[in-house]
């Protein structure tokens, strides 16, 4: 798109051009898409025309935001993706012998636990049977009725407790891997003969560590955390869904887009 079309700077950028690679967010106030330098205000790529110093500030958040979500990925992604293909043959082994897949987490992470539930329950991006999939954070009457009689902590235990079988998944989300309703109802799957699934950040309790396959991610901020969980939630959809639609994760066309994506 040319820049003369539209003022707004995201619109204006040319995602295959220079702009794309990580290093270049350093740099995106700093050049055209064309390459040639900025002239006399700075704001002028991302189509801000008084660049004062709270406008500045904000420029300055963004982009390190931006960056350091790089940076963690481009981390995690050099320790390996072991952690992700292996969390996903566990759930496809639960789910072929008759098994289901809990999942938890408070905040952020319960709406990934949300999210990931319903793309195993519905689809992720091909057409396959519904695979079995609860998430432990939307029944309100079970959520006040066991945090109210039993107390906070033991609102996903309760549950894990009640739905649970041995061979289940118990997948627990935690960016600070701390939280005490995480910890316990992980500690009640893992005795109760589920196979026990962590995403954490870069620390976590004991309790968490020793799960069968604890997922740690390179981020310091909860919000980096939680994006490159979702990153993590939708490759591991992505191999369990390839399986069980008969097609292999890598069979792709060679643009990496999906056979079969969101089609009516
Ligand atoms: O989404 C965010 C922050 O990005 C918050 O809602 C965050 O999820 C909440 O503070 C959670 O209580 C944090 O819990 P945890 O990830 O440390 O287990
Ligand atoms: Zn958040």
Redesign the pocket.
Known sequence: MSRSCCNNGNSARNWSGRNRASPAITRASTYRDDGTVLGVNPGEFLGIRNMNSETSARVHAAEQALSDLIRAAEAFHAAGVGPLVRASEAIIASIEAGGKVLIF?????AAEAQHWAAELTGRFLRERRALPAIALTVDTSALTAIGNDYGFDRIFERQVEALGAPGDVAIGI???G??AN?IRAMESASKAGLTTIALAGTQQRPELACCNHCISFPAEA??RI?ELHLLAIHVVCDLVEAHFAGVEADDRDTNGSMPLCNAA
């Open positions: 987490g408070n905040g952020g992470s935690s960016t600070s701390k939280s995480v909860t919000p939680q």
